[in-house]
């Protein structure tokens, strides 16, 4: 699976961006797909997952609420619209698939076989 992931930009604090995520290859739909985030000087942190197809979405308490996950296995796409966006925000956002990833590790970024390139999202207060 090779991921490309675009829609990153330069907003306001308030605003909104939907990020979205191109996949190639088959079986996509049975992969878990996430989005994680590293701002600089950080570690790479969890934002959100979709399980699989038609499966249950996870996200991390900071952005619960705000982002919302969501994937198109026709067009082999995962979207991340994320409302509200705060400073703190600011980040290089990738997204990532895997398969066979149990629950207790969906959140980990080295349970993840594929990344994409990372699109940058820069949010001034």
């Known amino acids: 699976v090779q991921l490309q992931a675009f829609g990153g930009g330069w907003v306001q604090a308030g605003d909104s961006l939907r990020l979205s995520c191109a996949a190639s290859?088959?079986?996509?739909?049975?992969?878990?797909v996430a989005w994680f985030r590293q701002a600089p000087g950080k570690e790479r942190e969890f934002v959100a997952v979709?399980?699989?197809?038609?499966?249950?979405?996870s996200y991390a308490d900071s952005v619960k609420g705000r982002f919302t996950i969501s994937r198109d296995n026709a067009k082999n796409g995962v979207y991340l619209q994320m409302n509200s966006l705060k400073p703190e925000d600011t980040a290089v956002y990738y997204c990532?698939?895997?398969?066979?990833?149990?629950?207790?590790?969906?959140?980990?970024?080295?349970?993840?076989?594929?990344w994409g390139q990372g699109t940058l999202v820069t949010v001034s207060s």
């Open positions: 290859g088959r079986a996509f739909s049975t992969y878990a």
């Open positions: 990532a698939a895997g398969g066979g990833i149990i629950l207790s590790s969906i959140r980990t970024p080295s349970s993840y076989a594929h």
């Open positions: 979709s399980r699989w197809s038609g499966g249950s979405t």
